[in-house]
């Protein structure tokens, strides 16, 4: 592939996953997890996503009443663990449904 | 001693609302310890000011990181509002910019000591004029549409509809109300003008004031012009009720077009026109070919614009 086209597979790519942040984070955070620690996680998991996107989306999120947040000062350094909320769950379900008739969708279409 | 940190934290809360500053700056400043430690922990970076230093750039520019957390938009303008404010601010230019520019080097050319300065200065302040107004009418719209974004995000002002698709080239026989004002207003200010230099002439001659055009037009010719301007207003009225220009409205509108000219090139051509005391007063002021010039370049210019507007008519009326 010359360059070009790898910019437009990445552009493409990027307009793909964009919206997958949000169920991952959803899924892994019904273990109660902090910003970094999630980072990680979903770094390891194959989620390339910027810290810079990943601290404000869990706000946004927790705003939304579909993660909840308290701080935990047991450990050195006092953290912000959130978890999924009940209303969260419910959201991450329709999206899941949604993602796999998209998915059957396209297969269907191949 | 404040650290990297404590800045980039205090320029992030900085941008927030009140009650959410304290909560991210106390996770902020957790996370981007967390994120240190781990650099220092892999052996990566060297000392713990180089690992804070790439921490804090790879969470980039506080203000986007901070709109990240309010949700507040990193655009001026966002897509919802971008083609309004275009289709406006072209509108308005287009509009409210030449009448500005004209509007001036009419106002200049009557104020300004011609005979001393010449048309210069009159056209050079007519096209800072034009520029001004187009900046003007750019930072207010832009201002408007900037303070809208922000207080009702994501959603239009005056809306589309396809009424307000342009006219296609097939639909140019169609009378629209921007061409009919604009037919109106200029032939009101020429109507106008023509008063104006009479009546309040600002062309002073040895401090005196004299009118451009011979005063002795009054009987006759001048009430004709007049008379001419007013039908052809009535005409754009007419053609505007009938949301279209027909061959009779056309022709007529011809007529009248030609008459003006016709009246205006023999009164030039016959030296009737211009008031002898405001020929001297240029041709006192240095200009010496004022008479034979001002004809010459008058003549040319009411023939050219006949013509081309007759042309156009056509074209327009054979357009399909």
Avoid at chain 1, 3 to 24: F, Y
Wanted: proline share 5%; aromatic share 8%; charged share 20%.
């Amino acid at each position: 592939m010359t360059p070009a086209d790898e910019t437009v597979l990445a552009g493409h790519l990027q307009e793909l996953r964009r919206g997958t942040v949000v169920v991952a984070a959803l899924a892994s955070l019904r273990t109660p997890g902090y910003g970094y620690a999630l980072l990680e996680s979903l770094g390891r998991a194959g989620f390339e996503v910027d810290a810079n996107t990943l601290y404000p989306l869990l706000r946004r999120l927790e705003k939304q009443g579909l993660l909840t947040a308290e701080w935990n000062t047991d450990e050195s350094r006092p953290r912000k663990f959130y978890r999924t909320s009940t209303a969260g769950e419910d959201v991450l379900a329709a999206l899941r449904t949604d993602w796999r008739s998209l998915d059957a969708a396209i297969t269907d279409l191949a | 001693m404040t650290t990297l940190t404590d800045r980039y934290v205090a320029a992030t809360v900085r941008e927030l609302a009140e009650d959410q500053r304290d909560d991210v700056d106390r996770e902020l400043r957790g996370t981007i310890e967390d994120m240190v430690e781990a650099r220092l922990g892999e052996g990566s970076a060297g000392s713990r000011e180089d690992a804070e230093r790439e921490v804090l750039v790879e969470l980039g520019d506080p203000i986007r990181l901070a709109a990240g957390y309010s949700g507040r938009p990193l655009h001026l303008i966002g897509p919802a509002l971008y083609p309004e404010w275009r289709r406006l601010v072209t509108l308005l230019v287009t509009i409210v910019s030449p009448i500005a520019a004209v509007g001036t080097l009419v106002v200049r050319l009557f104020t300004d000591d011609v005979a001393r300065d010449g048309v210069g200065p009159a056209f050079g302040g007519a096209a800072v004029a034009g520029l001004t107004t187009a900046l003007h009418v750019l930072f207010w719209t832009t201002l408007v549409y900037a303070i809208l974004e922000r207080t009702q995000p994501g959603r239009g002002v005056l809306g589309w509809t396809p009424d307000q698709l342009p006219e296609s080239p097939d639909g140019r026989r169609w009378v629209s109300r921007g061409e009919t004002v604009m037919a109106l207003v200029a032939l009101v200010v020429l109507a106008l003008a023509l008063v104006w230099q009479q009546v309040s002439s600002p062309v002073r001659l040895d401090g005196e004031a004299v009118p451009v055009l011979d005063p002795a037009l009054w009987s006759g010719w001048i009430p004709l012009l007049l008379a001419l301007l007013a039908a052809h207003a009535v005409l754009v009225v007419v053609a505007y009720r009938a949301r279209r220009w027909t061959w009779p409205t056309v022709a007529l509108g011809a007529v009248l077009d030609v008459a003006v000219a016709g009246v205006l090139v023999w009164l030039l051509q016959t030296e009737r026109f211009f008031d002898p005391g405001f020929v001297a007063a240029l041709v006192g002021g240095g200009w010496e070919t004022a008479a034979r010039d001002l004809r010459l370049a008058l003549v040319l210019g009411v023939v050219v614009v006949t013509a081309w507007d007759q042309v156009e008519t056509v074209r327009r009326m054979r357009a399909r």
